[in-house]
Structure formats: structure tokens, C-alpha cells
């Protein structure tokens, strides 16, 4: 039910107002430098409905590293086109219960990731598509770039990759390079671990707005009709909404679904995307992050967000 609220752009607007962050709180992640030096105060917020309007406040222009966000859609290629083949015998669809670079469970699961949301499992997708595209993340900047799409929100200069953020990280990989390399010795990695580490940090690196990652994502929202027609069929978009909901904010998934009601993807960047079937989707960033890798400000915005809209899967 849709309880009584404010026209959408107003109630953003009120949002920032009262999310974005007045004081530095929240933690930076340690093995991406360049995140820790973008300003506490940023936060940005965007709706983009399925019927084709684009609300957005705040800094829902600011292009942003998408960091993890990047792997619901490079899971959404893998799985175009009924094209899914092994990938579900190389990769569970489990909630992990543990952190998103966790190396545990990937021995006492013999070399099986939980889910495809946690780092291990991006690297087996990463690895299931380089098979057909060795450069996987020049493939998904052109897939997010032609799903963004040219509407009237449309700003310069759309998705690019940030190769100076990339390889900084990538100087400072060696937990990626460790759970590829694990992955590697159980047999669950085909090409070699440095090339899969590689375009993984690539895709992360990945630079786009709230209004872009917004729209970028409504096949979700929409059954799986994208930009410019189908990307997914109807139950390929249940199942990746399904495991937003149950992996999408790795050991905090049951808080953010308490809270929250809704499938999301997070990243490190400080943005999360969220998925309202059938109505729109919703990103927010803040860079700021609590202890599990979650934009602090940003959660707390989609929290009051959906108990003011009723928007819900429940
Ligand atoms: N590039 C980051 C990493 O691999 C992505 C993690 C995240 O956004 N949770 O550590």
C-alpha cells in the first residue's frame, strides 16, 4: 500500500536534506586509497520509474566508483540469452553470513562460492565471462552504457572506467589474487588468476551517477525489458532480484531486508541500487561506509525512504 507522501520530488529532496552528512562518520575502505579522499558530505539520490521518469536531489549527477554494484550486472550477462550454462554448478546461490573478500568458506566449500555478490563469486562470473569475452570489462561498460541510455537526464561524459582507480587497486589486490588463486587450485577458475583479478578491478572501477546506475538498472524493475528491448526473460530478472535480497549487502543482507523490504546491490563506492518490482528502481550514494561495507547514509535514506513510499516486496 502506498501510504500518504510528499510528490517524489519533494520527498527526495527532503531526503538529502536530512541524510546527507553533516559531520565525518563511517569507515573507508583501505585498498582503494582514492575513495578515502572523496568528502564525507556527498550524497546523492535517484528514481527512475518504469514508466520512464527520473526523479533525482542531492548529488544523483556526481559520477562514482560503482565498485561491487557492477556485479548484478555482469551476473545479468552471464545469464542473458538462457546462456547461464555451468555457471550455477560453479557458483551457490546461498547468503554467505560472512564479509565480501571472506576466504573461508571457500575452502570448506571446496572452492564453491556462497553466491555471485561476495568478491569469489564475481570472479568465477568474471572468469564464466571471459570465455566468450576476454576483455569482460570493456563488455559491461558497453552494456550498462547502452542500458543508461540516452534519455533527457542523460549526462556527460556516461559510464567510462577509471584505469587510474584500477590500477591502484589492482597494486594492492593480493586478497582478490589470494581467492582467485584459491579458486584456481580447486579446479573453479579457467584462465589465469592475475587476468581474472584484472578485469574484476576494471569492472569495479567503473564510474557512473545515481540517475545513470538508475536507469541503467530498470530491466530489473521491468521483468527484464532494458533500454532497447529484452535483456532478460521475466524469471531470469526474479532470480537476480531474489539473490539482491537474500546476498546483496553480503552479512548485513537480513538488516538491509528488516530495514529496507527490498533486493539491493551495494559496492564500497558508497552507492547501493535497490529494485522495486514492477515500480522503479533507486540509487543512492554516499561514500561513507559502516563496518560491513554499506553506505552508512545511504541505507539509513532507503530505510525512511520505503516506510514513507509503502514501496516493499512485502
Ligand atoms: N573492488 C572491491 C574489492 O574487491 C569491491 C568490493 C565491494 O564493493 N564490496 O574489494
Not at 130 to 158: I, K, S, Y
Request: contains cysteine; proline residues 6%.
Amino acid at each position: 500500500a502506498t501510504l500518504q507522501a510528499p510528490p517524489l520530488g519533494g520527498l527526495l529532496d527532503d531526503i538529502v536534506g536530512k541524510h546527507r552528512p553533516r559531520r565525518e562518520a563511517g569507515s573507508v575502505p583501505g585498498n582503494i586509497p582514492f575513495l578515502a579522499e572523496i568528502p564525507f558530505d556527498r550524497f546523492g539520490i535517484a528514481v527512475a520509474t518504469t514508466s520512464g521518469e527520473v526523479f533525482s536531489s542531492g548529488d544523483a549527477h556526481v559520477p562514482f566508483s560503482i565498485q561491487s554494484i557492477s556485479k548484478v550486472f555482469t551476473l545479468a550477462m552471464a545469464l542473458q540469452g538462457g546462456k547461464a550454462g555451468a555457471l550455477w554448478q560453479r557458483v551457490l546461490r546461498e547468503p554467505s553470513g560472512t564479509s565480501f573478500n571472506s576466504l573461508v568458506q571457500l575452502e570448506v566449500e571446496h572452492g564453491i562460492p556462497r553466491n555471485p555478490f561476495i568478491n569469489a563469486g564475481a570472479l568465477v562470473v568474471t572468469d564464466h565471462l571471459m570465455e566468450e569475452a576476454p576483455d569482460a570489462a570493456t563488455q559491461l561498460l558497453r552494456f550498462v552504457t547502452e542500458q543508461a541510455g540516452n534519455g533527457p537526464e542523460d549526462t556527460l561524459p556516461g559510464p567510462f572506467i577509471d584505469e587510474a582507480a584500477a590500477a591502484s587497486e589492482l597494486a594492492r589486490s593480493s586478497r582478490n589474487l589470494a581467492l582467485a588463486h584459491f579458486l584456481k587450485d580447486f579446479g573453479n577458475l579457467r584462465r589465469p588468476a592475475e587476468a581474472v583479478v584484472e578485469s574484476y578491478v576494471r569492472q569495479c572501477s567503473i564510474m557512473m551517477s545515481c540517475v545513470e546506475l538508475a536507469t541503467a538498472g530498470l530491466f530489473l524493475a521491468r521483468d527484464g525489458q532494458g533500454a532497447r528491448g529484452s535483456v532478460l526473460s521475466p524469471s531470469e530478472a526474479k532470480r537476480i532480484g531474489s539473490i539482491m535480497l537474500t546476498c546483496g549487502m553480503y552479512d548485513a543482507a537480513g538488516e538491509f531486508a528488516y530495514r529496507v523490504g527490498l533486493p539491493g546491490k551495494s559496492g564500497v563506492g558508497g552507492g547501493i541500487l535497490v529494485i522495486v518490482p514492477g515500480k522503479c528502481t533507486i540509487c543512492v550514494w554516499s561514500p561513507r561506509l559502516d563496518a560491513k561495507g554499506n553506505s552508512l547514509a545511504g541505507t539509513a535514506a532507503l530505510a525512511e525512504l520505503s516506510d514513507l513510499t509503502g514501496w516493499s516486496v512485502f
